[in-house]
């Protein structure tokens, strides 16, 4: 059974890099038929694509933070990361992992359970 | 300001139907399917329903949906005090590049 795992630091401080990672286990991230995804959603918000990469290396981004944003996937690793830069407290969020259907048909069906991550100094 | 347009919140009593719609535009839903979320307080996002009408294993099939035009729907029959969550749709932009979602709609069951 597929599951994705977020890690990585809880807290950032205002105009640093939130890094974080998506650890897939029970299937390939080289699956050629999927993409890999985060999404994150403010406190009482709703869900903000941010990004989504292949692991051929191949990424889309939504367009408002992808100057801000550097996704990777490391395949030897079966894990893929997101980087953001630099933050500020309206980047506070949960941010989730997902596996991504590609094109047209796109959807998200496993999703890792979440990192809250606060932005403050 | 979400791209797609999902009502706040709806409310039926249990055993009711409900409805829950979603709209978008001729980049969005208008050239790609709709897929819908079910997010309970405090978890994450459950993936109801892909491709417009698709049911993953482990949705019942008091949940359907179904597209016309730009605007997806998402329909929820015999409604069940644990059906209480928040529901969001999703559709790929094809003008952004970019998965979009619904501002999400709250479901209360009465």
């Known amino acids: 059974q597929l599951q994705l795992q977020e890690s990585g630091p809880g807290l950032v401080k205002p105009s640093e890099t939130l890094s974080l990672t998506c650890s897939v286990s029970?299937?390939?991230?080289?699956?050629?038929?999927?993409?890999w995804g985060w999404i994150r959603q403010a406190p009482g918000k709703g869900l903000e694509w941010i990004a989504t990469?292949?692991?051929?290396?191949?990424?889309y981004h939504y367009p408002s933070l992808k100057s801000r944003v550097t996704i990777s996937v490391d395949t030897s690793q079966n894990q893929f990361s997101l980087r953001l830069s630099p933050v500020t407290a309206a980047d506070t969020a949960v941010y989730y992992c997902?596996?991504?259907?590609?094109?047209?048909?796109?959807?998200?069906?496993?999703w890792g359970q979440g990192i809250m991550v606060t932005v403050s100094s | 300001q979400s791209v797609l347009t999902q009502p706040p919140s709806v409310s039926a009593a249990p055993g009711q139907k409900v409805t829950i719609f979603c709209s978008g535009g001729?980049?969005?839903?208008?050239?790609?399917?709709v897929s819908w979320y079910q997010q309970f307080p405090g978890t994450a996002p459950r993936l109801l329903i892909s491709?417009?009408?698709k049911r993953p294993s482990g949705t019942p099939d008091r949940f359907s949906g179904s597209k016309s035009g730009t605007s997806g729907t998402l329909g929820i029959t015999g409604l069940q005090t644990g059906d209480e969550a928040d529901y969001y749709c999703?559709?790929?932009?094809?003008?952004?590049?970019?998965?979009?979602f619904g501002g999400g709609t709250k479901l209360t069951v009465l």
């Open positions: 997902a596996r991504q259907a590609s094109g047209l048909g796109s959807f998200l069906d496993h």
């Open positions: 029970g299937g390939s991230i080289s699956d050629n038929n999927w993409y």
């Open positions: 990469i292949k692991y051929t290396g191949y990424t």
């Open positions: 001729s980049s969005n839903i208008g050239i790609s399917s």
């Open positions: 491709e417009d009408y």
């Open positions: 999703a559709a790929w932009d094809g003008s952004l590049s970019a998965l979009v």
